[in-house]
């Protein structure tokens, strides 16, 4: 979710009745307790994040039982504006951890020096293939999911038509008009779909591959909600507004977040996913430089890859864990995409490529 991210329960969530967490601005919400003073002597840890962040309530008491201390939540819109106030409070951080850095953007965070480096313990039990920042250590991951293209199963049914499947289905005509994604210099999903199409054709085709799909209709919004809850007729939000494209850039943990909302949940989700659109999304937490509360900071990042935290998450963010043997929700398994071949992009090659893909996309699709 963000990030944004970056998930997409907290829309959902909205247009079937609960609270939203995806909009813009901040919140804050805290775990009450006492015990110990961290360095600056606060019994409270700040975790900043983007406005997806969600924990059980009983998870966050339960961290505080263990170490004492209570964690205040400060939410700062989506993964790219969170990371960019950090980057703006760079030495005088308004927070101790900060959660929500993906790998689409990490190389922004580490870059710019935000993080002091802390190897969390229980780090040995995290898969090794998402430890971007091994023997450095300045960020520990958390989770993953994969931002994928979602379809609207009743509208393909009442077509006779079969829902794409792969990036190369999406520039055919039967699906002209039908797609909807996110802005990817403004949007965390909107980046990881064109990272995604960068990762499939290459540097030399992915712009002839844009090409294709703006010539076939593609639409473009500034982020994920409006996307998902405003243009996608396959979302509890679409449905209301009436919306009218049946394809979207989403995740491929977004049917089962339709399946719990709604009331009664049915026996199927309304929406599925085109396994063959993924891309592969990490999400980091690291110990902020110049953070007052060090020592809670660091009990911080050891209880986010703690099974307990772990085990929360699926249905709280709609994310996979990456800690071995944290055990996933039946509903989260039941009704979510397994994607077994999703597309990557090494860190580095983001790091260097990210602004050029991102100018040469814009000038392609937005301009």
Known sequence: MSTTQKIAVTAVAAALGAT?????????????????????GSKTVTLVSHDSFNASK?????FTAQTGYTVKVLKSGDAGAALNQEILTKGSPRGDVFFGVDNTLLSRALDNGLFTPYEAKGLDQVAADVQLDAGKHRVTPVDTGDICVNY??????????????TFDDLAKP????????????????????????????????YQDYWK???????????????????????????KKAKADRPLVVSYASSPPVEVLYADPQPKSAPTGVATGTCFRQIEFAGLLDGAKNEAGGKALLDFLIGKKFQEDMPLNMFVSPVTKGAK?????????ATVDKPTTVAPDEIAKNREQWVQSWSSLVVK
Not at 152 to 165: E, I, R, V
Not at 221 to 235: I, K, L, P, T
Request: proline share 5%.
């Open 152 to 165: 609207d199963k009743k509208y393909f049914a009442d077509k006779k038509l079969a829902p794409p499947k």
């Open 212 to 238: 294709k799909l703006k010539d076939n209709g593609v639409k473009v919004v500034d982020g994920w909600e409006q996307a998902y809850n405003e243009e996608f007729s396959g979302s509890a939000g679409g």
């Open 20 to 40: 939203a967490l995806a909009g813009c601005g901040s919140s804050d919400d805290s775990a009450s307790g006492s015990g110990p003073t961290g360095s600056s």
């Open 174 to 205: 039967a699906y002209k008009d039908l797609l909807v994604t996110e802005n990817a210099a403004t949007s965390s999903p909107g980046l990881g779909f064109l990272l995604g199409t960068v990762a499939t054709y290459g540097e030399d085709g």
């Open 58 to 62: 009983e998870v966050l008491k339960e």
């Open 328 to 336: 996933v929700p039946d509903l989260f398994t039941k009704f979510g």
